[in-house]
């Protein structure tokens, strides 16, 4: 399954056309009554946010919160819409890009039901309101950018609600903070400075969590822009002093508020988009453009009734929503801690002689890439390879905690982990989960393979080696490894065809693996055909190698190559080189791993997000270009203390497991 996180924020849409139900079913916003009055709109920090005008605003009500994802889906499921199109996400770069809509009903075991529901456009947004006045018999409305400002600001006169300081924004709203950091933003390069402090959530959270304003309202500082009535207009010259919206030739709505992707100053209550970042995102159709970041909250005029919050559907609601808030309030307590833990176990690395890894020189040869087994497999196509030399075994926990310990780089503190079987956000068996490669359930040693790094943190290491050593290190090409693993074979393993040996030359799912899932997460018992007495992860290099002397490369973990993710062969380079996209948000894994999937031939294919973390058995190999400075690493090699250190530590494995 494709891990790509930022992909699983795609929510859905929803439709234009309303079906008749009844009222007393329809989910209503709780709302606060806002005081009238006058207050100074705008702020001298930039052009579009000038001049400071006085407006005067009548009373109304506005949403307690950003309407959610269970509020949505009450509309859809009556309406029967199902999502089609596209949504835009900030990706490398922070460039504007377009994922697919995911249905809404599928993305709730991601996110939860309780988060803002976000990937709605504008016309989206209206459907869904004039639905639910139908079924209410009330006027819901957007709150025009006037009363948006004048509820944000609560009466104050601070770059914030709460005063200046940005060391606390964490506290009060979820914006683009170390966690969507180390998550996103440094991997895929986003410019923006992120905020200092940490809340431990990595995108868009249950709403109401952070510390609200002085009206009694949540989320008017971070967690998803908000769409608000008004036309766009570069500065307020014109603008009208009273609470109306602003309209006009040419509309093109847009939104107000900061979200979990936007830096300190786009979380100031006054920050507007500048003309230029409107026409950034300008599409044809600006009023169907969705926005992974964007959603809205609700308006009333005062006049209004207040919904009865008694009324069962509503009180089970609002029971569901506080029992919500309670365990996202838990989980990000859990995160912060962890990154924390992370900080603490950092101090404690001790930077040591530089390990350089044990190499081995591939020849050059020409070999049929693919099989019949599965179709990302297909068609099976002659690859010319030139010589290049590979890593004897997988990265190790030593190796990389050596470069961390070196350069201070982190990781963020999510990987994704086995859970019980058909449990977890996907029902797949596996979910997002604290933790880190220094986890200990994910590093019982210095001699296993690293895990739950990125194919972004991988290079990073590369890059560091590269430097320490002036060696050319690399992630080897999807070619290069295929080529490399199957050793001059033509078989299912590159061993032959026989699947009761694998236990001899690999770590995949067996006797013992099949034992641990049983006892430690539920699985049903299934017979298995051969027993290596590793549990989970092994000491790197406990099994036979293939005829080139490589360790592993079926089995322990799956591995990160160069290539982007591509669903078949259909095109593939025939040079050896690396298979690469101008979108290339998915990276190719090749080889099994010790988890529960079954297919361990050498021609397995699997993919994962270029920023995702994972125990399920991802880590890596390094591979080198042949030049004059590494003609003759091999021999300088023989006598590697890495491998004298390891050779001790796979005797005390093989100890352990008599």
Known sequence: MRHFVIGSLMLFSSTLCAAEKSSQTALEPLMVSLPGGEYLMGSNKNPSEQPIHTVSI?????????????????????????????????????KPGELDMRPLAEMVNVIGEYTPITCVSWTEVQAYISWLNQ??????????????????????????????????????????????????????????????????????????????????????????TQWIADCYHPDYQGAPKTGQPRLGDNCQH??????????????????????????????????????????????????????????PPQKVFLADLQEAQKVARERNAVAQKGRQDLLNAYKSLRKTPLITPPMVTIPAGEFL???????????????????????????????????????????????????????????????????????????????????CVSWD?????????????????????????????????????????????????????DKSGMRAFVRDKGYQPKEKTCDDYAEYTSVVGMYKPNAFGLHDVIGNVSEWVEDCDHHNFEGAPTDGSAWLAEECSMRTRRGNSYGVTNDSQVSM????????????????????????????????????????DLKNAQQAERVKRK
């Not at 009373?59 to 994802?69: C, D, G, M, S």
């Not at 005063?163 to 924004?169: R, V």
């Open 58 to 94: 009548q009373p109304f009500k506005l949403a307690t919160y950003p309407v959610t994802i269970k509020e949505f889906l009450q509309f859809t499921e009556a309406t029967n819409y199902e999502a089609t199109g596209t949504c835009l996400h900030k990706v490398k770069e922070g």
């Open 135 to 224: 079924q209410t018999g009330k006027h819901y409305r957007l709150p025009s950018e006037a009363e948006w400002e004048y509820a944000a600001r609560a009466g104050s006169h601070s770059r914030f609600h709460f005063g200046d300081d940005e060391q606390k924004l964490c506290d009060y709203g979820n914006g683009y903070d170390q966690t969507v950091y180390l998550f996103f933003g440094r991997d895929l390069k986003w410019q923006e400075t992120p905020l200092a402090c940490d809340d431990g959530e990595t995108w868009a959270n249950t709403v109401g969590i952070y510390k609200p304003n002085k009206f009694g309202l949540h989320d008017m500082q971070g967690n998803v």
């Open 254 to 311: 847009f939104a107000r508020n900061g979200s979990w992707l936007t830096n300190p100053d786009q979380l100031r209550p006054h920050y507007r988009p500048t003309a230029s970042e409107i026409a950034a995102i300008k599409h044809t159709h600006p009023e169907a453009t969705r926005f992974s970041d964007r959603g809205f909250r609700l308006a009333l005029d005062e006049t209004s009734q207040q919904m009865d919050s008694n009324h």
């Open 369 to 451: 890439m693919g099989s019949d087994l599965a179709n990302n497999e297909k068609p099976i196509h002659k690859v010319s390879v030139k010589p290049f030399r590979i890593s004897k075994y997988e990265v190790t926990v030593k190796q990389f905690k050596q470069f961390a310990a070196a350069t201070g780089y982190m990781t963020d503190n999510n990987c994704w982990k086995f859970v019980n079987e058909n449990g977890g956000r996907f029902k797949t068996g596996y979910n997002m989960a604290p933790g880190n490669w220094l986890t200990p359930e994910y590093a019982p040693s210095d001699f296993h393979p690293v895990m």
């Open 457 to 509: 943190d991988a290079n990073a290491y590369l890059a560091w080696l590269s430097k320490q050593t002036r060696r050319k290190f690399r992630l080897p090409t999807e070619a290069e490894w295929e080529y490399a693993a199957r050793a001059g074979t033509t078989t299912r393993f590159f061993f032959g065809d026989d699947a009761n040996q694998l236990c001899e030359y690999a770590n995949t799912f």
């Open 605 to 644: 294919r699997g993919h994962g997000g270029q920023t995702n973390r994972s125990s399920l058995g991802e880590g890596f190999r390094i591979a080198e270009d042949i030049d004059a400075s590494s003609i003759n690493m091999e021999m300088v090699e023989k006598n590697n203390s890495f491998e004298i």
